[in-house]
Structure formats: structure tokens, C-alpha cells
């Protein structure tokens, strides 16, 4: 069984590549553009807000070490999924949760999970991430690339993304690569 490709937006792209990048089975994240109604945009394009991009990773993960739903998990319980456009302090409409499904079975996994949590009341507020086809992906700029880890001193890293990966490392602590 090859590779698969999953892709999800859970506001800034640097937090969620920073979080997938240590579980085991994915083989590379990558940080991007999806959703939106310009072609090639860039980061600057995008932060404006007049491209409706998303900011999202594709991740490459192998199937056989870690499963989509495993993949869903983490992507719901590391973000808030109940705010329109924002996450913490990044505000905007590239900041939404998103899901982008590459095929029937993601899309029926996405739906059931997002279901069951909406149901579950593990949230005060209604969840609003969208669940739409995967359609077309660019790749943000070199320099988002690994950004977190090639940038750990820098400000935004260390007040807001090392916290998140310290809070993962510990709740996913099963699924991290050795």
C-alpha cells in the first residue's frame, strides 16, 4: 500500500506542521494554500484575504504505521474547531477549519467524526469546520516550509506553537515518532 494524502486547515499553517510533523507514519507535511478562488496565490495574497485560501498542510502519511481516523483525531483535538475564521489571535477567513477530503472514504470518516463531537457536547459551541472535496494545492513559500523547526527563538514559536507541541507530545505521546 502506497502513501496517502491528507489535508486539513487548523489556522496557522506553521502550528499544524509543527504537530503533524512528529507523528509517526507521516512522512511529510507540507504547508500550503487550498480552498480558494485565485490560482498560485501567495502569503501575501492570502493574509489580505482576498483569495478565500485556507491555510492547510497536506500530510503524506503511510497507512500502514497511522490511519486517517488517527489522523482526524488529532486534527480535532488540536485546534478549536467552534471559531469562524480563528485561532487563538489569527484572525481571518485563511485561518478557518477545514477538512479536505481526497476521497469517499475521508469524506464519510470526516462527516462521522465531526458528527459524533457535535453530539458529544465536548464543545460549548457548534462546531464549524467545513468538510469539502480536495480540489488543488499550492505550496506556501520556502520559508513557511518547517518553519517552526527551523525558528524555534522566534517570538510566535515560542509564546503560541511550543505550547501546542508540548500539550501534544503529552495527550498523543503513543503516536509520536522515536
Given at each position: 500500500?502506497?502513501?496517502?494524502?491528507?489535508?486539513?486547515?487548523?489556522g496557522?499553517f506553521w502550528?499544524?506542521?509543527?504537530?503533524f510533523?512528529?507523528?509517526?507514519?507521516v512522512?511529510?507535511?507540507?504547508?500550503?494554500?487550498?480552498?480558494?478562488?485565485?490560482?498560485?496565490?501567495?502569503y501575501?495574497?492570502?493574509s489580505i484575504?482576498?483569495?478565500?485560501?485556507?491555510?492547510v498542510?497536506?500530510?503524506?502519511?503511510?497507512?500502514?504505521?497511522?490511519?486517517y481516523l488517527?489522523l482526524?483525531?488529532?486534527?480535532w483535538r488540536t485546534?478549536?474547531?467552534?471559531?469562524?475564521?480563528?485561532?487563538?489571535?489569527d484572525?481571518?477567513?485563511?485561518?478557518?477549519s477545514?477538512?479536505?477530503?481526497?476521497?469517499?472514504?475521508q469524506k464519510?470518516?470526516?462527516?462521522?467524526?465531526?458528527?459524533?463531537?457535535?453530539?458529544?457536547?465536548?464543545?460549548?459551541?457548534?462546531?464549524?469546520?467545513s468538510?469539502?472535496?480536495f480540489e488543488?494545492f499550492?505550496?506556501?513559500?520556502n520559508?513557511?516550509?518547517?518553519?517552526?523547526?527551523l525558528?524555534?527563538?522566534?517570538?510566535?514559536?515560542?509564546?503560541?506553537?511550543?505550547?501546542k507541541?508540548?500539550?501534544?507530545k503529552?495527550?498523543?505521546?503513543?503516536?509520536l515518532?522515536?
Amino acid at each position: 500500500m502506497s502513501n496517502k494524502t491528507a489535508t486539513f486547515g487548523s489556522g496557522c499553517f506553521w502550528c499544524t506542521e509543527a504537530i503533524f510533523e512528529l507523528v509517526d507514519g507521516v512522512e511529510d507535511v507540507v504547508s500550503g494554500y487550498a480552498a480558494g478562488d485565485t490560482d498560485n496565490p501567495t502569503y501575501k495574497d492570502v493574509s489580505i484575504g482576498n483569495t478565500n485560501h485556507a491555510e492547510v498542510v497536506n500530510i503524506i502519511y503511510n497507512p500502514k504505521k497511522i490511519s486517517y481516523l488517527e489522523l482526524l483525531e488529532i486534527f480535532w483535538r488540536t485546534h478549536d474547531p467552534t471559531t469562524l475564521n480563528r485561532q487563538g489571535a489569527d484572525v481571518g477567513t485563511q485561518y478557518r477549519s477545514i477538512i479536505l477530503f481526497h476521497d469517499d472514504e475521508q469524506k464519510e470518516l470526516a462527516e462521522k467524526t465531526l458528527e459524533k463531537l457535535d453530539r458529544s457536547g465536548s464543545w460549548k459551541s457548534p462546531i464549524v469546520t467545513s468538510i469539502e472535496a480536495f480540489e488543488v494545492f499550492y505550496p506556501a513559500e520556502n520559508y513557511h516550509q518547517d518553519y517552526y523547526e527551523l525558528n524555534p527563538n522566534n517570538s510566535y514559536c515560542s509564546y503560541v506553537i511550543s505550547p501546542k507541541v508540548d500539550k501534544f507530545k503529552k495527550v498523543f505521546s503513543d503516536l509520536l515518532k522515536n
